[in-house]
Structures are given as C-alpha cells and as structure tokens.
C-alpha cells in the first residue's frame, strides 16, 4: 500500500476515529523500512501515477503479532483496571 | 543492513520518499478536485494540510543518518565554500604549509632510510663491525680511525670464537677486465670466506663463492652485481660458467647477487674470493675490515669480551718471521669496540642528519606560526558571525570544532601538497647531499614518510588551530561582547597573542640563523686552510693499476709508469706530471709503520706510527706542495734505488726539529733496511680533509728494495697519475689521456678520472651539505619572521587608527608616533632575541662536531646576527609605522 492509501484506509476502517498525520507518517515508515519490518518497491497508484508501495516483511509481520498481543493485554489490563473502579464506586 | 551499505542506499531511500510524498500530495490534489474545489486552491490546500514538506523530509531522512558524520559533512562543506571564496588566503596557508611540511617529510625520509630503516639483510640486528681500538700504538689516530684486522686474526677469530655464527674480511679494490669491450676498471670487492655467510643473501642466479674459491694458489671463482651483469652482460642468465679476463687471469662466473646488494655499504661490481695462505700469513698485515653475524641471545658486550680473548689466542698463534716477538702487540693495546653494522655504514653523517631535521622541524614550528597569525586575523574578522552563531544556541564545543576543523582541513590539504613538495625536495636532498651518503640508493619515501606527513599534517593544523579556538571559543557572553565591540580599542588583549607568536618567532629565526653563520663561518675557515696542495681545479687525477699478471716485473712496471708520465706530458696544455700511491683526501690506504731514527732510541720502545706515501719524481711539483728544504726525488734516486725518502714538515719538526736540519738525517722502517738519506722535506698535507689533521708523513720512491722484504725488488703497481693543465675536467683532455694511456698498453684501464677540485669539494660535502640546508632554513626562518613582525606592527596601526588620530589632534608628531609602533616591535625582537640567544647557547653545543675553527659561541656571530636581526625587524616595523602619517584624523574619528 503507498503512503496515502494508508492514511485514507485508516481513516476509513477507522471510521474517521483514527486519523494519522503526514508529518508522523513518513518519519515512521522510514524507521520501520531500517528495521527491516518494512520493504518498499516501486509501484503504480490507484491514480495511475509513480509511488513507492509498502509491504510487510516476515519480520514485520512476527513484530506485528507480538505488538497485538501485547496491545490485548494492555487493554485488558485497562478494561480490568475501570471494572474495578466502576464496582467500588457503584 | 550494515551501516556501509546503508550509507551508500541513502539516495535511493531519499528518492522513494521524494516519490511517495509527491504522489501523496498529488492524490489529496485529485480528490479535493473532485469535490469540485479549482486547481490552484486545490493545490494550496493539500500543501497546507500536508505541513511543512521540508521538514517532514528531514525528519523522515534523519533516520537513515548518521548524526555525527552529518554535520561534519556540512561543516567541511562550510569549510570548503569558506575558502573558496577567499582563494588567495587559503593558497597561501596551503603553500606555506605544503613547503612546511613537504621540506620535513623529505628530511624525515632521508633520516629514516639511513637512520632508522635496519640493514637490507635478513635479522640485521646480529650483524656487527669488528672494530678494533689501539690506543697504545701512537701515531695512528692521525691517520686511521680505527686498527683495520690482519689475515691472521681472520683465521684464529673465524676458527676460535665463541660467539659468531659467522666471521668475514674484505676490502674494496679494484681489478681490469678485458676481453669484453675497451679494458674496463672495475671495483671489486675482495671478500674471505664468510662474508657472504654473514650477510646471507642468496645469489640472484648461480651460486655463492664456497671454500674451495679461496684456494691462494688456483684462482677462485668470481661473483658480478647485479648492476654490473646488467651493465655488461645485458642481463643475460647464460653468464654463469663463463669465463672473464680479471687482471689478464681467466675466472669462472660463480654467480650474480641480488639487485641492491653492498658488501657493508660498499656498492662493487665484482666479488673477487682473497685466497688467503694460512701457511704464508703473519701478525701484521692490518688491512682488512671485518664484518660478523653473531649467535642468536649474544650481545656486543658479550662478542667483545670474546675478541679480546681472541687476540691473545692471535697472538700466541702467529709470528712476524723468525726472531720476532709475536706478543709486542700487547704494548698496543689492541680492543674489542664492536659496533652494530649500521653505525659503521652510518658513520658520522647521523648528526648532520639530526641537526637538519630539528633546523626543518624549527622552520615548520615557525611556519606554523604565521598561518595561527594569519587565522587570528581571519578569526577576528569573522568575530560577528561566531558572536551571531553563539547568540543563536551554536554551543562552544560547536565553534570550537567547526575552527579547528578547518585549521585540520588546511593542515591536511597542505600535507597532501607537502608529499608532492617532498617527492621534488628529496630528489634535491639527493643531488645536493653528500655524494658519500650512506645507504643513498635506499632513500625514497615510504610508509613511514607517508604515515609522518599524516601526523604531521595533523599535529600541526591542531598546533594553528588552537590559538584561534583559545581565543575564540571561551565563553558565550565574552563573544557576544566581543561582537559588541566593533570600533572600541580591545588592541592590547587581541594583540598579546600575535606578540607571543612574534616573540617566538624571532628566538627560533634567531637560532636558526645563528647555526647558519656558524656554518658558514666553518665553511669559511676550512677554504682558509691550506690543504697542501695547490689550484685543484687545474689538477686532473686518474688511477691506474698495473697488475703482476700483466706484466711480473716491477723495473718494467715502472719503465711503462715512467712511459705514460711522458706521454701525458707531451699533451697541449699539460704543463707538468706525476703519480704518487695516495692523493689528499681520495680515500685510497697506502700504508703505515713505524720508522726507526738513527741515533734515536724510542722510549719504550713503542715508536709512533706514520702514514707512507710512495710517490714519482715531479709529483710534487704537479700537486702543487711545496717543496720546504732539499730536494725531490730524481728519476735517477729511483731507478738507481738510491737509499733515499721524504718527510712531511710536521715529522721533520717532531724528530729533528726543523725542516733543514733534517736534511741529510737517516731513518729506515726496520733494522735489516739500510739507512735512508732525508733528501727533501715536503709541506704538511691534509690527507683526511681539511677539517682533520696533517698526519706526519714518510714518503718513499715508488720503487724500492725493500718494499716486500730486503733484497727483493717493489714496485707500487696501483697509483694516481696527477696531471697539472688548464685543460683539467675537459672531456678533450680525458681522451687524450686514454689515448696517452693506450699508446703504451692497450689493456690499461683507467680509473677515477676526476680533478682534484672534484676530490676536494667531496671531502667538503658533509659541510657544504649541512650549509646550504641550515642556510635554506635560516633564510625561510628570516623571511617568516619579519613577515610576522609586519604583519603584527600593520595590524595595530589599522586596529588603533582611532587612537592615532586623537593623538594627532591632540598634537602629537608623526615621527612619535611612528616611533611608537617601531618600539613595541623592537620590544618584540629584544625579548625574542633574548630567548633565541639562550636557545642558540645550548643548542649549538649539539652542533659542535660539525664546526670547524671556531667556537659552537663564536661571539662574532653571536654578535653580528642579533645585530642585523635588529635592524631587520626595525625596517619591518618601519614600513607598516609610516602609514600612521597618513592617517587623518577627522577621519579617524568620524569612523566612530
């Protein structure tokens, strides 16, 4: 996917809830491209102009993985930790 | 992706990401466009929603970046366009420093070629000189510096050490080769067994000259150079087997030696084996220099302790004949002094070699200085921007880097320029230099010159560099006051640094020059003497060697010398004749002994030694030394063997008291000799060079009875023709002479054919050489300096135009005030001067053993060069000070 297919397809699937700035966009993807979670070759846009297309390694996709797993459990600590507070209160 | 590689990736990550952003702007443009928004307001938008594209590719960038090394990059780049934009400034520093570090590098590869690289033969620090001290023989420091071995030490060291693997002798010669070309006089190398051994170097081709070549009574092999089989065999590998004519004997080729191989320093066409006879050989017979390897572990002490048991063995092994006293060398006290093999190539040239690389390394201190004056005076001007730069955040290690880094760029770029400066100044040392330099052929610039311009380079870019940073760099208030300052006075504080600079640049020119004068006051003082001979450069000198294979008989050897002498006078322009065994200062050994006085019983029976000369009738006539009382000897002394010799002044003096009295006095060298009649007594000659001593001479006819024994008739076969005619060092001349030569014999080489004037200035090489570099110095050194004291006197006239002019409206004189910047400059010199002279005390004492005839405190030229230092730095002052005239002082204060 190229740089601002991703904004547009975060911003969608977000239901415009998530919106990601330019100015961390680029900056991140070229730190994920250093650490190898990333490649980039030349490719065509939707509009049929000349874009860099990004795509996740092997690498990016365990990386991935192991930050979803443990986004949950962070979540799940947070969703615990409010549980908790709502019983006391109420 | 290792960091290299990612490094030399960057353009292609910068392009994709140019690539991406543009088309992530392009698609936003699109779709507003689509929201029926107009192009341009379009375009406007997306870049406005995007931010700012420059930064956000700098960020993005940094990540591929190296932060360090990024802004190095941009800093040199800085550096770069800096000094660009003002060329003839960087030119200057770069030139000066190139010349600086260029002149050093070339002195600094010479040093460690002969000083400092070991020996081109394999583990060098084994290799020793068998020098022998005698310090109970008198007489023979005159004229030797050291007691050369005979044969028989040889043998008894080379069967009865303990501490060699191996032990060698040899001697330079010469031979003639014929039946090649013309007959040709080579220079041969006589060596014994074990010389090669010692040095270890395989044969190029063929083999190494072995035991059985030393066989006295069938001749052994022979083995050529590299550069002779080159020369005359056109390096044709089939010469090995063949057979040459060596002195009108056939001699098998045994070999060829690598390129570059010496026997010691001794570069040799032919290594001729010596033949030496056990059976015939006697104690005496002192001639031969030795060379040996010792056992691995085994230290000099060691091997002398081990030679001086050796000669007590050498003495109750051998004789000097029957009825002799085989232990009377005990009363010469002989000892063991071995020196490692590259102090005896090296010799005395060391110290001319030091003395010339601390005089360079003073001139690069000094140049150093002027481009850190030079920098100050850019620094100063560049005072706002730093003061703007610090103002805006830049961090005091940040200007710090970015002045010294450029001080390290100059320093680099004038070392890079510096090795081309080096490769054409080596070529100079090389033809100016002492033609007997040792290990010259080995000189060139290596790694090690390289690696020493680098931290040269580097050292002194950080040695200019500093000041500035030092005075740049402090603090961030003190350099925003700075900037505030722009047409105050701070002179007195800005300026101490540049007087320090100045200070320290008349004590090293001061130094400098004072070694030169010293130098050529030396110089001066050894033209003074008289050398003993006469117009050397109308003296033309040839060697020629009669060999007992050519012709057996010495009356015939003479009648054929006696043939050339008057066929070479007959030559136009020839006006006189001669040969004699030696020439002064040619390097040739005749001989030495004691002599015995009639009526003189030695005390100690310990005579001095004399060095013996063995000379034709005429030949002092064409040298030119003078005759002092009697007469020469006749062609009829000569082949009458007329029991007749010659003495120098000085041994006339010592024995007899004066030159006349001696005349008509007899001596002989041993008791079966008859008694020779003094015939004449000769000026004293200086055989060694003129900065060493006249050594009492005794000279016989060159053909005598007793030479080889009583009773048996000698001849001197191996003799210099000396040829007087205005037509010396004319090639026509030279021809004419092989013509002469050739009408006699047509298979005489000649030899050496130099004139005297070549001879003589050789023997002054080590002088003139250690001259003309300290002259070079002393004059950059000179230039250097007074360029600094203008320099500084023509900054504080611009810096104090402000003061001058309230001097002036306040009514002070031109004169005065001229006056006034005229002593602050002489004030500079005074205390630099003061510093130099005490420098100059203590260092000259280092210099000492290359002065000749005056004091290392000449107070001549302690006194004459602060003189005319004085009066230089005065007119250097001057000039600059008279510009204070034309300073107006209206305008000097409306400035403000």
Known sequence: ?90 | MSPFSRFFSRNRRYDDLSVSIQEHIDERIDELMEAAMPRDQAERAARREFGNVTLLRERSREVWQWQGLESLRVDLKHIGRRLRRSPGFAITLVLTLAIGIGANTAVFSVLNSVLLRPLPYPEPQQLVSLHLDAPGAPGLAEFRSELRLSASMYFTFATHNRTFQSVGVWGPGTASITGIAQPEQVNTAQISSGVLETLNIPAFTGQWLTAADQDPHAPGRVMLSYGYWQRRFGGDPGVVGRTISVNSQPRVIAGVMPRGFKVVSYDFDLLVPMGLDPVKEQLAGFAYRGIARLEPGVGIPQANADVARLIQVWMDSWTNGPGSDSHWYVRWKITPALLPLKEAVVGSIHTVLWVVMATIGVVMLIACTNVANLLLVRADTRQQELAVRSALGAGRWRIARELLLESLTLGLLGGVVGVGVAGAGLRLLTAVGPGNLPRLSEVSLDGWSVAFTLILSLVSGLLFGAIPVLRYAPSRQRLTLLGAMRTSNVSRERQRGRNLLVVSQVAMALVLLIGAVLMIRTFLAMRNVDPGFSDPSSLQVMRLTISETLVRDPLTTVHMQNNILDKLAAIPGVSSTGFAASVPMSGAEPSWNEILVEGKIEEGDNPPMRLFNYVSPGYFHTAGTKIVAGRDFSWADMYGLRPVGMVSESLARELWGSPQSAIGKHFHEWDSMPWQEVIGVVQDVRENGVDQVSPSTVYWPSMGHDLFGPGVLGAWRSVYFAIRSNRAGTQALINEMQQAVWSVNANLPVADISTMQDIYGESMARTSFTLVMLAIAATMALALGILGIYGVISYAVSQRRREIGIRMALGAKKSELAWMFVRSALMLTGIGMAVGLGAAAMLMRLMRTLLFGISPLDPVTFTAVPVALVAAAALASYLPARRTAAVDPVEALRAE
Do not use: C, W
Request: glycine share 8%.
């Open chain 1, 1 to 90: 996917m190229h740089g601002y297919a991703l904004v547009k397809h975060i911003q969608q699937v977000s239901n415009d809830l998530l919106q990601v700035e330019e100015g961390s966009l680029y900056p991140a993807l070229q730190r994920m491209l250093k650490e190898g979670l990333l490649e980039s070759e030349a490719g065509i846009s939707a509009k049929g102009r000349p874009t860099r297309i990004y795509r996740l390694t092997a690498a990016g996709l365990r990386h991935l993985e192991s930050e979803v797993v443990s986004f949950e459990r962070m979540f799940a600590g947070f969703a615990r930790v409010l549980a908790a507070a709502k019983a006391q209160e109420a």
